[in-house]
């Protein structure tokens, strides 16, 4: 079968398209057909061995994908030709996948395969994010830090889908501005000198970027508020003044969804239980930026490492 690997720890220029064997499952793994598979920014970390996670080169990444059931194990809930997600964490730049079966998630009938290669990472991260460490309040108001990217655009409906009132995205640009709208965020205000746009205080701060924005991010928060650290994609990690927390009771929250859902078996799958129903609805659509075919890989990579995606760049064996 024809997969996208990484050969050297060169960058995203140096991954390449080759022909390699197709999994065998093990007993408790299900084949997938793969229709749909998600780019996340870890791919581009993985291909200069900065990501945690390194495994022996060559290696083929990939870690959602969405399409149907090839082979499954005797006494799961999952038959041939089933439609579904999974979260492979190797392997899904290819044309058949892998997974455990306790990784694999139905699909409802309505939902495309791109977009069901969407929603693991971004609105796993959301949801944890969001409801389960920020424990988010119906009503409560909502800042969304790089709100045109994947992470973003999910934060922004997993938000609405549980109840925030206001929510305000933070974007780099106007355009990117009015994709996080389409998203489904109240307003957009831009990044430069966001905190005196803002208007009102907010009770949660989504923050995958980091960087120099992360001391007005706290004093754009009111009094009960939680900063909701979910990475660095600006580069810098941020230093945090204590003080500022005593003074104004607010709190700075980490978010490492992978190690804590991964660590803990059925997580993950709770975490789908509660947003399937969203996802039936449609009121969690997930934002595509781009589809590309199997030999634009490293396109799609890029894509993300110049940070120019809106949304969630996909691949389609």
Known sequence: MRAAQITSLDGPEAVTVA??????????????????????FPEVLQSRGQYQFKPDLPFVPGAEVAGEVVSAPAGSEFSVGDRVAGL?????????????????????????????ASVVFNYGTAYFALIERGRMQPGESVLVHGAAGGVGTAAIQ??????????????STEAKGEVAVAAGADEYVLAEGFRGALGDKVDLVV???GGDRFTDSLRSLREDGRLLVIGFTAGEIPTVQVNRLLLNNISVVGVGWGAYALSKPGHVRTEWDALHPH???????????STR?????????????????TGKVLLIP
Do not use: H, M, Y
């Open 19 to 40: 022909e390699v064997p197709e999994p065998v499952p093990t007993d408790d793994q299900v084949l997938i057909r793969v229709r749909a598979a998600g780019v996340a």
């Open 88 to 116: 492979s964490l190797i392997g899904g730049f290819a044309e058949q996948v892998a997974v455990q079966a306790d990784l694999v998630f139905p699909l409802p009938a309505n939902v495309s395969f791109e977009a069901g």
């Open 158 to 171: 997993v938000a609405k889908a549980f109840g925030a009132g206001r929510v305000v995205a933070v974007t």
């Open 207 to 209: 923050d995958p970027v």
């Open 279 to 289: 996802l039936e609805s449609g009121a969690l659509d997930p934002v595509i930026s």
């Open 293 to 309: 075919p199997l030999d634009e890989t490293v396109d799609a990579l890029l894509e993300l490492d110049q940070r120019r995606a």
